[in-house]
Every structure is written in C-alpha cells, then in structure tokens.
C-alpha cells in the first residue's frame, strides 16, 4: 500500500484518493466547505488549502492526490495563516445574523470561524446584500446573504438527485442561486440540500424558526416511509417531534433521504387523532374504559369464538417484535388465518431510495410468520369468509384495512366482534368494538426488516405514559435533564399506549397464557429462536447500522 | 473593628468600666446627629442605581414591535433554566420574533447572564424589585409583563453601553 505523511503521521491510503479522503479516513479532519464524501469535487471555497513539501504554493487538499511519499501539513504556519485567510475572505459578505439564523449551532461556517477564523475583519466596506426568503421549491426557502457559494446544492441536485435544477447566476460577489427559468425545486430530495448546506442559506420550510438545535435531543431510528429503511435521527423537544434527518449509513441511504419520509412520517405521532387510551363500544358509541377492563372484555370475547371462526392481520407498518408476538398470540388460540396487507404503490419506485413498496417491514413481518401461506386464508380470504359468516371475529394490528376499498369497510361492518390496535383514529377504528392504543414508530424499541433483508432498529425518541426519558435510558436534552413537573417546558402530551407486543403479552395472561415478555428484546430473543434467518442476533449485534439477514427462502416482494 | 479581647488582656482603663461605657455614649450621640439613611418604605421608595440587576425585562421599541430576535442565548446561558423562549417568522425585516417568551420568575437568580450574552441588547436588568406572587403561575412571566418601553430603560442601557 502507497503512503503518505499527514502531520506526520504515516498514512496508508488507495491509489486515486485525494489528501483529504486519505486524511479523513485515518481520522484526520482537515476544515471543507464545497468538498462532501459522495459529491464530486468543485475546490472552490479554498478551506482545505494545505502545505505540501516539495509544492511551490499550498494546495486544495480536496483535489489533490494522494501519492506515495507526500508530506502533508495541515496545522503548520503557513496552512493555519492561509486558512484564517479564506476565513477572512468567505465571511466578507455574509451577513451577522447567527441570532437569527436556524443554522446557528450546527453551522460549519460559525464552527470554523470560532476555530480558525482571526476575530477581525479588514473590510469595513457596506456588504453586499441578495434577495431574502426567496422561495426555491415548495419545502425551501433561500437567504442569498448567507450563501458561501460552495454548489454543495447544485452538485447534490445533478449528481445524486439527477435533476438539474439549481444553478449560480451573476458574477464575482453578486453571486446567487436559482432555479433555471421556469423550474421550481422540487425534486423528491431537495430537503437534502438544507443538510448539506454548510450555511443556513437553504433552509427547511417545515422546520424553521421552530427551535434551536441545541433544545432537543435526538435519537437514532429508521425512517417509515418506505421499505428502504433510510437510518434517520428523531429531533425531539418538550416530547414532540420536530424534525427528522438522515444518517450515515453507505449500505441503505448514503447520507439522504426523501422529502416524503422526512416530512410526512412523523406527523401522526403528536397528531390531534392520537387514541389515548383503550376504548369498548358500549351501545353504538366507543367509550374511554380502564386498560384491565378492555382486556378482560377482549380476552372475554375472544374466548366466544372457535379458532376458525377468528383470523388475524398483522401489520408491516410496524416491528418485527409486534408481528412476533401477534403470531404467538393466534397460534396460542389456534388460529391459522393470520397475514397482512401489502401496501405498494405501483412506479412510485426510482433508482435512488424510493421504493414501491411504502411499508418499512414487510420482509420482516413475513419472515415473523404473518402470512400463513397454504394453511390459512389471505386478507382477500379473511373477507370472502366474513362476507359468508364464515370468519365472525377479526384482530387487526396496526392497519387501515377499512381504508383500502369500500367494499372491505362494509364487509368489517360485518362482523361480531372487531378488535384493534391503532396508533391514530381511522376508519377501522370508527368500526372497531375494542380499541387498544398502539404505541408508534417513535415511541418503542424493535427492528426493521428492509427491503434488502437488512435488520435494523428503532428506539424510543417520544415518551408515553408509562416512559420515563431518565429510567428508561431515553436521549434527552439539557430541557429534559433538568426540567422539573412544574416547568412548562416539560408538560409536553404524553400518550396513554403501548406496543402492541406488550398489549399481546398482556392479553395472553387474561386467556392464561404463559408468554412472559418484560422488553421488546425479550420478544426479539424469542424470535431469533424461532426463525433461522435471525439466528444469533441480539440488539448490541445489530447496532446503529443494522445487520444483512441470512435469508433462504426467496421471498416475493 | 476592633479585637475582641479576652478578659486577662483587658487593661486598666478598661477594667474600669465606665470610660468605656461614656465612648460608647459618645458614639450614640455623635450619630444622633448624622444623616437618616433609613427609608420608610413603602412610602418612600428606593431608586436603585443603573448598575442595579432588578427583574430582567424585554426593550420595546418606539414602533412597538420587540428588540428580541428569539435567539434563544439567553434560555441557553441561564443557569437556572428561568428563560423559555419559542420562536416564529415575521414580515418584518428581522424575520424572526419570540411568539413566546417566559421568565419563571421563582427559578431566577438575577445573575444578568441572560443580558450579558442577548446579542441584540434587547434583555435588560430593570431597576424593579417588587416581585410578589401568590401562586406557582403568577410567577412565569410572559411577554405581556415582560416588554418594557425603551425610554423606561435608558439608563441601564447607557450603563451597559459604558462597562459591559
């Protein structure tokens, strides 16, 4: 392997990496503006300007090339002179306005100048100004003041969104950006450029002016959207949800995610129609009734029916620890007729994230046993026979089924007995005899299944009644760390629901049932017995980038 | 003042008793004829000087509208976590504005940090200090109790602008 000397340190790096790359994986971090790992390279902000021995002059470490028996510096004299240079020159025009700038706290630009800007200015010159608030796309909103200029933007709407849209016009210092003449930015990606921008010149029409960076925690999850699984990170203040970005994961997102799953998937968890609480029809009209009291009635009234006359849908909106569990709980009653319900869009799929198939778990759901195959009957099945008298009960986790046709939501009308497990209001729900609150995505532990086969978990960024953020090791914030019950800033709604592994566990010891789960993990343990493609996994194992499953048999998607 | 001394060090002056009593007499009398430095409050009241840290306030400016940009530097310095301050976009020229800003008048402190880091000179210390409360609510104040006309606060400002 050819190397190179980074302060001196000895380097080993592959032929056709650039200095910075090199640096950058031996953990080395030299200061980039324009340059991003999976963009191509502009070398236009000059930040990354570095000494190299034997160079007359000092070189963009971002486009030079690493070769074997370079001598880098990257914190000598002259480099940190030239870098409070660039600093200097970059912050000419743009404005002072981090008070009121989002990006403020997450601002490359104000993180390098506190770290190798000189303080001062020698420019006492009226800055130029651009035009504010100009809306580029129905999600972005552009400060031309704040723009450095780097094309992070215009790079990242070519080459990985592949629509090219952005562009610079004017030229020298009345450099902005725009949209080509006619065209708005309004791809299926463009909130990736606000994460992207290393200013806060691109912001999150969504998200702005709703809180400083620095008021909430954050946790890692999986997006929902979709069975891509893109790895995301919950912003969440006062138990709300503010924001979702993406995280690194080279194997399932890149760095990106769609505007899509960004802005529309986390909407519903501090929705108005959240259920809160467990709820029997009592005369026509569902009624709020005590947990012990809905799941003696349910537990009552599923002991009403013979195993044939119940089926069961489960749900790939939701883990692989609740459809686990769900199985468990009809295979305990004797029920063969159990499946879910695909959700998939036809030609909503690109070639960049966004897949057809807009549920996060179905392989994960399939391989936890919900579709019974040969055995028992199909949703279409389950309908057919509830239309002929055959099926009377039905349990529904986490669906909409009285959503998808017309005809489906006469034929639950049908039926004597409907229970439910629903995170928000729906038409399911308003036909429903026992509604149980279910917890949502952001507010339980589990695992994902993706559509590559790729197992990965979600983790508890919205508290529930029954959650303490403290005990139960939850991110929090400053806020949330000190905050007493008197503070209004931590009387955030906290809703009365459960994941529905725990409501299945629950309810199996009313029907005498010995399944003794205290934690999701323990569920997933369970299944990890149970089903070889998990074999050997535990929550440490998976970890933040999730594990590629072992998967036999091939399974139609 | 002086050292106290023990009952052997005493001298004969002193052991005496009298004399010491006719010096304390003496400063009685002197101060009898000094100045009154005793206020009867609430009659007459106090006027602090401008270095006084009194309960901060928000500087409304002359057109109405709130120096505050919601910032939130404030609410991140105050080390009693007093300051809570939730941000929104406006028209106007500076785009963004606190829609909510509260001050738990029972976890303040009067450290002055808050006004030490606003960037926009918009949290000041008035010269206030009568606060009564009689419950847990009436001590989180809001922008209705907050926001001060800036002609009501020129003297801290000016204080500032000299020392800070």
Not at chain 1, 139 to 159: A, L, Q, T
Request: hydrophobic share 35%.
């Amino acid at each position: 392997m050819p190397m190179l000397t980074v302060d001196g340190k000895q380097i080993e790096f592959k032929q056709g990496q650039t200095v910075i790359e090199a640096a950058r994986a031996a953990g080395i971090d030299i200061p980039h503006f324009c340059w991003h790992p999976s963009l191509s390279v502009s070398g236009n902000c000059r930040v990354c300007l570095v000494e190299i021995e034997k160079m007359p002059k000092l070189a963009i470490s971002c486009s030079t090339y690493a070769m074997d028996g370079m001598v880098v510096y990257t914190k000598s004299e002259k480099t940190l002179q030239a870098r409070s240079a660039v600093m200097e020159f970059i912050l000419i025009n743009h404005p002072l306005d981090c008070p009121i700038c989002d990006e403020a706290g997450e601002c490359k630009l104000q993180e390098y100048a506190y770290a190798h800007g000189s303080g001062e200015s020698h420019f006492e010159e009226i800055k130029v100004r651009k035009e504010k608030r100009v809306q580029l796309g129905p999600n972005i909103k552009f400060d031309g003041d704040r723009c450095i200029m780097c094309s992070r933007c215009i790079r990242f709407s070519d080459e990985i969104a592949k629509q090219n849209q952005l562009t610079f016009i004017k030229r020298g210092d009345k450099v902005t950006i725009t949209t080509f003449p006619g065209e708005s930015f309004d791809n299926p990606y463009t909130l990736n450029t606000t994460d992207i921008c290393p200013v806060g010149a691109l912001t999150n029409q969504d998200f702005r002016f709703k809180s400083r960076v620095w008021e909430m925690s954050k946790t890692n999850s999986v997006c929902v959207g979709c069975s891509r699984g893109c790895n995301t990170e919950v912003w969440v203040r006062n138990n709300q949800i503010l924001r979702l970005t993406p995280r690194q994961n080279n194997d399932v997102n890149s760095y990106w995610m769609c505007d899509n799953g960004r802005l529309n998937t986390f909407k519903n968890v501090n929705a108005e129609n959240r259920i809160n609480g467990t709820f029997i029809r009592k005369e026509g009209e569902l009624e709020k009734v005590s947990w012990e009291e809905a799941l003696k009635v349910a537990a009552k009234s599923l002991k009403d029916y013979k195993s044939g006359e119940i089926a069961f849908i489960g749900s790939a909106f939701t883990t692989c620890e609740d459809n686990f569990a769900l199985v468990k709980f009809a295979k305990s009653l004797g029920v063969v007729n159990i499946d879910f319900v695909n959700h998939t869009v036809q030609g909503d799929q690109d070639d960049i994230l966004i897949r057809e198939d807009k549920t996060p778990n179905t392989l994960g759901a399939e391989l936890s046993g919900v579709r019974s195959g040969s055995n028992g009957l199909s949703v279409e099945g389950m309908m057919k026979a509830i239309k002929e008298g055959k099926i009377k009960a039905l349990y529904v986790m986490e669906d909409d089924v009285a959503s998808l046709n017309e005809e489906y939501e006469k034929i639950l009308s049908k039926l004597e007995l409907l229970i439910v497990h629903s995170a928000n209001e729906n038409k399911t729900t308003t036909l429903a005899d026992i509604v149980f609150p279910a917890s949502t995505y952001a507010e339980k532990n589990g695992t994902f299944v993706n559509f590559q086969g790729r197992v990965q978990r979600i983790r508890p960024a919205v508290a529930t009644e029954e959650m303490d953020r403290a005990l139960d090791g939850m991110k929090m914030s400053r806020w949330d760390k000190f905050g007493t019950k008197f503070d209004r800033w931590m009387q955030g709604l906290k809703y009365d629901s459960k994941p529905s592994w725990k409501i299945f566990t629950m309810l199996s010891t009313y029907l005498g049932g010995k399944t003794k789960y205290e934690m999701a993990e323990d569920v997933f343990i369970d299944l990890t017995h149970s089903v070889d493609s998990f074999k050997g996994l535990d929550y440490d194992t998976i970890g933040e980038q999730g594990v590629l499953l072992k998967i036999k048999q091939t399974v139609t998607v | 003042m002086p050292v106290q001394k023990r009952k052997e060090d005493l001298n004969i002056l002193e052991k005496l008793y009298i004399p010491e009593i006719v010096k304390g007499m003496a400063l009685t009398l002197k101060n009898m004829f000094r100045p009154n430095v005793t206020m009867q409050y609430p009659e007459v009241r106090f006027e602090p000087p401008s270095s006084y840290r009194g309960r901060p306030v928000l500087v409304q400016e002359k057109n109405g509208t709130e120096r505050c940009v919601a910032c939130g530097l404030c609410s991140r310095v105050c080390p009693a976590l007093a300051i809570e301050v939730q941000a929104s976009e406006t028209e106007l020229e500076k785009e963004r504005y606190p829609q909510k800003f509260e001050i738990n008048m029972l976890r303040c402190i009067f450290c002055g940090f808050c006004e030490e880091v606003c960037p926009e000179e918009a949290i000041v210390m008035s010269k206030d200090y009568e606060l009564v409360f009689k419950n847990r609510k009436d001590a989180i104040f809001g922008k209705d109790k907050l926001l001060v006309q800036v002609d009501n606060l020129k003297d801290r400002l000016e204080f500032l602008r000299k020392f800070k």
